[in-house]
């Protein structure tokens, strides 16, 4: 994630068979897959839509949102867009199996145009 917000605010360019990749499995590069989120700096944006930070979510759960529903409802992590399901998943040790991003195309056709 952090390599993708990079990308992003640097406005660099991103090839058609990583916009392939990323249909297929949620990844953007090769490496992305193995960032454990829970070994992310307690700064580093989990969910970008509500700004929610790693470092949220520990607190979080240190207060007993244990289960996604719990975390996502106290946090607010995942309840925009729900493109970061996963890694709050992962966050939470339950590896949920990659999802494709609903809206996807349209997501696409707008960066496009941006």
């Not at 989120?37 to 607190?59: E, F, I, K």
């Amino acid at each position: 994630i952090q390599r993708f917000q990079e990308a992003v605010n640097k406005r660099r360019r991103v090839w058609f068979w990583q916009l392939t990749r990323f249909v297929e499995t949620g990844a953007l590069w090769i490496d992305e897959a193995s960032d454990d989120v829970s070994q992310w700096p307690a700064s580093a944006t989990v969910c970008n839509c509500t700004g929610v930070t790693r470092g949220q979510l520990d607190v979080a759960l240190r207060n007993g949102a244990d289960s996604f529903a719990k975390l996502s409802a106290s946090t607010g992590a995942s309840t925009v867009c729900g493109s970061c399901k996963n890694l709050v998943c992962e966050f939470l040790g339950n590896m949920a199996a990659r999802e494709p991003v609903l809206g996807f195309k349209s997501i696409l056709f707008f960066s496009f145009i941006a």
